[in-house]
């Protein structure tokens, strides 16, 4: 089992960038593939950025390619996603997501039902 912390979250203008970092407990955090995901006030919760357990593959969304970049660090047990250039339309609560996928280490995840463990979430608001 992995519990899931996400922080970093804040309210910063257009064209700041923040960085959110999801801390994993549980010594097997290289085993899971890792996800960021995000829900604006009113609607559904979307995938934003997804990672292997190797680290050597990642997926995003459209409309953060260029960015954003997800990335893990397997010493701090911890997935980040740095976020620039930030728009309006980036308002949400940000979510991590991880799942145990110790066989396929490069394998990733875009959908919210891949997913097995969530953190609680952290709110990122962007005013324009």
């Known amino acids: 089992q992995v519990q899931l912390v996400e922080s970093g979250g804040g309210l910063v203008q257009a064209g700041d960038s923040l960085r959110l970092s999801c801390a994993a407990s549980?010594?097997?955090?290289?085993?899971?593939?890792m996800g960021w995901f995000r829900q604006p006030t009113g609607k559904e919760r979307e995938f934003v950025a997804a990672?292997?357990?190797?680290?050597?593959?990642?997926a995003y969304t459209d409309s953060v390619k260029g960015r954003f970049t997800i990335s893990r660090d397997s010493a701090k047990n911890t997935v980040y996603l740095q976020m620039n250039t930030l728009k309006p339309e980036d308002t949400a609560v940000y979510y991590c997501?991880?799942?145990?996928?110790?066989?396929?280490?490069?394998?990733?995840?875009?959908?919210?039902?891949?997913?097995?463990?969530w953190g609680q979430g952290t709110q990122v608001t962007v005013s324009s």
């Open positions: 549980g010594r097997t955090f290289s085993s899971y593939a």
């Open positions: 997501a991880a799942r145990f996928t110790a066989a396929r280490p490069n394998s990733y995840y875009t959908e919210g039902n891949d997913y097995f463990h």
């Open positions: 990672i292997s357990t190797s680290g050597g593959r990642t």
